[in-house]
């Protein structure tokens, strides 16, 4: 298959965007827009699995390597699977039709944002993924909280978007073209090339939430349902760890700087997001800053600056991702505060050990994926010479299994007096099943997907 | 596929058992003792085909990760086989030992299987990769042990076991990523006598150090094992002292030994001189405590010792005689834990004072806490003798300076000091009134303790029984050093 056919699933989601917001005219149940939804991004993922990776669109302007595509189904199938969850639980008081429409067009962004090799196309497609997680994260339309978070968001994302805009703008001056390889092969451009890199990566690091430019996260997911930062904190990661591959792969050989910046950002980072998780008691803002302390993990394997290293970046952002929407999925139906995970295990005791497999992966406990994710990502960096960084890390995924073992604790050994009423959802329990049972099949099973993104140390 | 039969089999046993409706869940006792007992089946087969000569076998190779070198590798040789057999053994006797266990029984047991699964795991596996994922999967169902069905203070207990081990195995995660990028493999066979470069083994053995010796635990990275001890219920501390703690001492024969020799003998200096303080130490802390399981807990600190000092002789008589010390306190402790606990379960004490005078009102239980008492303090005779005597030799003859050998020797006398003034003060004297009106050993209990005693006199009269098949795969470890 060449050209326009390659891009089926995005035609998928939006057909399905745009059809979720009419279906409650068609189906009087509320439920009818995020079952639709959740059958298209399956259908999307079946169809991106079928046309796999080597296709070129419009002249290589979209071209899907193994990062591209590997980023395209897991965003696909995850997205599938949140909004199977959706159809269970709706989002709260709210209306769900929007939400799911929302997320099937962050998502069609992302897998093009993961897909682009040309500024433009770039920018144009990291705003179609992050427009809707702004309204996403405000979706609590009555609640003054969840807008002032919200409104952080967007104007931090956008300030950092504008800086981000600033440094193609440079690139485009280097390189006289938009494309990724042509400015790959442009000559050197000195300083002017570093600061071009420096002010894109800004943009990303903002929007991987890696510190010193994360500040915007734990307010914001305070401040949203946790259903929305389900979403949000987990599938555009994706994203943006492919496009910084991709960049990071054009950059390089114009600013040798680059690998030390990410592995500056990626020691701060990993310090600050596992340090600040400790003392918090919002189930949000500890997974806002836990993701912080992960994507400090995913960027020690990019700042390897190997092809190795950046398969392993991938695949520790997927390691994360699965997990950690799992955990707010769990959330979003028992309550936000650390507390309401009390007794988890008397009322529901199926959901209470999956919440073992999820954080334990999240710590990097094996046999679960993201053992395996801190594996490679480790071996990348160490390979590369950042030894002490990896002795950071390791120290600091003890640091970790304090804080989520703090939200463990409540589920095995608290007590709750007041149980939150439920309905049992069958697509909700079949989602966040799925999520638990990808986690412990990735880490058990890695060896397709390791070897589909080339980790291969030797 | 006998190896994986062994591994696996109590993980179908813990699905089965997670998974009775709550009606059901005394289903769950009899699950676990046929797994187990099944299981220990499988390892006395095992057995009967080894071949004590005949190195490491019956060995699985399997593709696993293959685009990360990672495989997976299992095998036995008399040092893992003597381990596995201990672990198969202590988890039948730690299922029998619950059976009044009462609260969440699914859930209990399916941990005590799975505790099992990466008890063998560790013994049998040959790939780092598949090491570490047992190395950890034992800490999940140990935390959960200790925190649900502990004592008062078992939160505090539980989280700590977690980091501190966890904090010791993230280093050896290091270590293996080092040996993996320098060595190209996982392979544990494979990387063994490579001669890799004298400064790059120091500091991957510092990270093994870290992750074995917190386990073992060497002084002073011991502060974990009192309050995980105190607050386990007692089974786990059964695993815990009798097995877990072996990880570490049989990481450093298996791994750090072969891979890392020149290191190892950079080391042996320094892991000496821990040894001994954690002998001496141990046995002064033993010697200082009021409750009965702290008082078992630190002995454990002490008689590892002895292991760590027979392991830094790096001599065959050491390196035997910390096998033997490995299998004799894996024996013994349990014995010792079983019957701290029968009796807190009769008395609900278990500080000194309050119990004594078992020997008047409790004939059996008074006796069989003497023996397991006289086997810990190495009376000749009895297993506890063996290895320590073989220990003490074997440091006797490297290049360990002899007056830390001679101070580890006294070691052996302050052993003999509390665990004597501990069983003159509950076995013997006048029934305290806790001791009152409480019942003797019932026939499970009994039974249950007859194989450790059996052992213990087995091994103690006929060492041979366990060094034949140890010895071997011990020199057969040291020719891969490259040394005697």
């Known amino acids: ?458 | 596929m006998l190896l994986s039969a062994i591994v696996f089999l109590p993980l179908a046993g813990a699905l089965v058992s997670a998974l009775l409706p709550k009606e059901r869940a005394g289903a769950a006792r009899w699950i676990a003792a046929a797994v187990t007992a099944v299981d220990l089946a499988l390892v006395a087969w095992l057995l009967l085909g080894f071949d004590v000569a005949g190195g490491m076998q019956f060995i699985e190779n399997r593709e696993w990760i293959t685009q990360a070198g990672i495989q997976y590798h299992l095998g036995v040789d008399g040092i893992s086989l003597s381990m596995l057999l201990l672990s198969a053994l202590l988890s039948l006797i730690a299922v029998i030992a619950s059976w009044k266990q009462e609260t969440k029984l699914g859930a209990y047991f399916a941990m005590l299987m799975l505790l099992e699964v990466g008890m063998n795991g560790v013994f049998l596996a040959l790939d780092f990769v598949l090491f570490y994922v047992f190395w950890e999967l034992v800490l999940v169902p140990m935390y959960f042990l200790i925190g649900t069905w502990g004592g008062p203070r078992r939160e505090y207990a539980s989280i700590k076991f977690f980091l501190y081990t966890l904090f010791g195995s993230v280093f050896m995660l290091v270590g293996i990523i080092a040996l993996y990028l320098q060595g190209g493999t996982f392979d544990i066979t494979a990387l063994t006598g490579m001669g890799f470069p004298a400064t790059f083994q120091w500091w991957v053995f510092a990270a093994f150090f870290l992750g074995f010796a917190v386990k073992v635990p060497v002084f002073p990275l011991h502060t974990w094992l009192p309050d995980a001890h105190v607050e386990a219920p007692t089974a786990a501390s059964v695993l815990l002292a009798g097995i877990m703690l072996k990880m570490g001492t049989y990481g450093f024969i298996r791994i750090a030994l072969p891979i890392l020799p020149n290191a190892a003998e950079q080391w042996s200096g320094f892991i000496a001189a821990l040894a001994v303080i954690s002998i001496v130490y141990g046995a002064a802390l033993a010697f200082a405590q009021t409750d009965l399981k702290k008082l078992v807990a630190y002995s454990s600190v002490s008689h590892m010792g002895f292991v760590m000092l027979g392991i830094a002789s790096l001599t065959p008589e050491g390196i035997n005689g910390a096998i033997a010390v490995m299998f004799s306190h894996g024996v013994v402790t349990g014995m010792l834990f079983l019957l701290v606990g029968m009796v807190y379960e009769r008395t609900h004490t278990r500080v000194i004072e309050d119990v004594s005078g078992l020997s008047v009102q409790v004939p059996v239980a008074a006796g069989l806490l003497a023996f397991a008492s006289f086997a810990s303090l190495g009376l000749p005779g009895l297993s506890g003798f063996v290895g320590e005597f073989l220990s003490l030799l074997g440091a006797w003859k490297s290049a360990i300076p002899a007056a830390w050998v001679v101070v580890a020797a006294v070691g052996v006398l302050l052993a003999a000091a509390y665990t004597l003034r501990m069983v003159q003060r509950v076995v013997l004297g006048t029934p305290s009134k806790a001791v009152e009106g409480i019942s003797d050993l019932s026939v499970r209990e009994v039974v249950l303790l007859v194989p450790l005693v059996a052992l213990t006199l087995g091994v103690g009269i006929y060492w041979d029984s366990l060094l034949r098949y140890v010895d071997p795969a011990v020199r057969a470890t040291l020719a891969l050093m490259g040394g005697s």
């Open chain 1, 1 to 458: 298959m060449t050209g326009l056919d390659l891009l089926i699933p995005e035609y998928l989601l939006l057909a399905g965007a745009i059809a979720a917001l009419f279906v409650e005219r068609l189906s009087p149940r509320a439920s009818a827009g995020a079952f639709l939804g959740a059958a298209v991004a399956l259908a999307a993922t079946v169809a991106a699995v079928i046309i796999g990776s080597g296709g070129e669109v419009s002249g290589g302007m979209l071209t899907l390597d193994a990062v591209a595509v590997t980023v395209r189904v897991a965003i696909l199938a995850l997205t599938a699977i949140y909004l199977l969850w959706m159809a269970g639980r709706g989002m709260g008081p709210e209306r769900s039709q929007e939400a799911v429409s929302l997320a099937l067009f962050a998502a069609l962004g992302g897998m093009l944002v993961a897909a682009s090799r040309d500024l433009i196309v770039l920018f144009i497609s990291l705003e179609l993924a992050t427009m809707p997680a702004y309204v996403l994260m405000g979706y609590r339309r009555a609640d003054e909280r969840n807008l002032e978070g919200a409104l952080k968001y967007f104007l931090l994302s956008m300030t950092t978007s504008l800086i981000m805009l600033y440094g193609l703008s440079f690139l485009f001056g280097i390189a006289g073209s938009t494309s990724f390889a042509v400015i790959a092969a442009a000559p050197a451009a000195g300083l002017l090339g570093t600061f071009a890199a420096v002010f894109v990566f800004i943009g990303l690091f903002a929007k991987m939430s890696a510190a010193p430019f994360h500040y915007w996260a734990p307010d914001a997911y305070a401040g949203a349902p946790a259903a929305s930062v389900a979403f949000v904190s987990t599938v555009p990661k994706l994203a943006g760890a492919a496009v910084m591959v991709s960049l990071a792969t054009m950059l390089v050989p114009h600013a040798s700087t680059v690998p030390t910046v990410i592995a500056i950002v990626a020691v701060v980072s990993m310090l600050l997001g596992n340090l600040a998780a400790f003392p918090q008691t919002d189930v949000r803002r500890l997974m806002a800053y836990s993701g912080v302390a992960h994507t400090g993990y995913m960027l020690l394997a990019l700042s390897s600056a190997t092809p190795a290293g950046y398969g392993a970046a991938v695949f520790y952002t997927i390691a994360y991702a699965i997990p950690s929407m799992a955990i707010m999925l769990i959330a979003a139906e028992e309550g936000t505060e650390i507390d309401d995970f009390a007794g988890l295990v008397a009322r529901r005791p199926a959901l209470a050990w999956g919440s073992v497999v999820l954080l334990l992966s999240l710590v990097g406990v094996p046999p679960m994926v993201g053992m395996l994710g801190k594996l490679v990502a480790f071996t990348a960096a160490v390979d590369a010479g950042r030894l002490a960084l990896v002795v950071v890390a390791v120290v600091m995924s003890v640091v970790s299994a304090g804080y989520y073992f703090r939200i463990l604790r409540p589920v095995f050994f608290g007590t709750r007096p007041d149980v939150p009423v439920l309905a049992r959802s069958r697509s909700a329990a079949i989602a966040i099943a799925l999520l638990v049972f990808a986690t412990l099949a990735l880490g058990i099973g890695a060896s397709p997907l390791l070897g589909y993104l080339g980790i291969n140390f030797f």
